[in-house]
């Protein structure tokens, strides 16, 4: 059975809310230049060796509030952050949420890459697809597979994953070679969170 790609809204929910686990208002690691990364909660399908998978259940967050997002998009503007990375979880099982959300970024001339465990095939036959691909640039599809683990391109988690290039944005193929990179923050609290390459964060966590 083919995971879900839900159609709408959850009743009683307004079509722009995301199910927001993470952000990270500014990164080097998840994309091209200086970018807003944002992680959503809720993914079927599961990859095994995923190093995210504290991000499988939906419910693991509250839900981010159309305004709070507006308020966050607009921060990271003002900041000089060039564009924005979602990742999961699966983003395109939440897909009218994140269908607004791409719009209100591009509002902001923000470049926006998603990654997504679904093949371009796939995902567009889902019929919310379409307002998805408009607001973004690149689109990183493809199932996490730990076997085949990428050697050459950086942001990337495993060689089988491809990009579709909707604009010219992104679509040098230098922006996508070079060292991977992996970013350890430490906050005020003691916290720490580690992002970037899948292997090694998953390294990292389990030793942390």
């Known amino acids: 059975m083919t995971p879900r790609l839900e159609s709408s809204a959850p009743p009683g929910q307004h079509a722009a809310v995301l199910r927001v ?18 992680w959503v909660a809720g993914c079927d399908l599961a990859c095994p060796g995923c190093c995210n998978p504290a991000l499988f259940d939906p419910d693991s967050v509250d839900p981010f509030e ?24 699966e983003p395109l099982q939440q897909p009218e949420g994140l269908a607004w959300l791409l719009e209100q970024a591009k509002r902001l001339e923000l470049g926006v890459i998603v990654f ?9 036959r ?10 973004l640039d ?9 076997r085949q683990p990428e050697l050459r391109r950086r942001f990337i988690g495993s060689a089988n994953q491809r990009l579709h290039h909707r604009t010219q944005r992104y679509a040098d193929p230098a922006l996508w070679h070079g060292p991977q990179r992996v970013e350890v923050r430490v906050d005020v609290d003691g916290h720490v969170e580690v992002h970037g390459l899948p292997r090694p964060v998953s390294r990292l966590t389990r030793a942390l």
């Open 66 to 89: 159309p305004g709070a997002l507006l308020e966050l998009l607009d921060r990271v503007h003002g900041a000089g952050v060039e564009g924005l990375t979602v990742l999961g979880g």
């Open 116 to 124: 997504t465990g679904y093949e371009l095939e796939e995902a567009e």
């Open 126 to 135: 889902h019929p919310s697809f379409n307002r998805i691909w408009a607001n």
């Open 21 to 38: 686990a993470k952000v990270i208002p500014q990164t080097t690691a998840e994309g091209p230049f200086e970018r807003c990364a944002l």
């Open 138 to 146: 690149t689109l990183v599809d493809g199932r996490f597979d730990a």
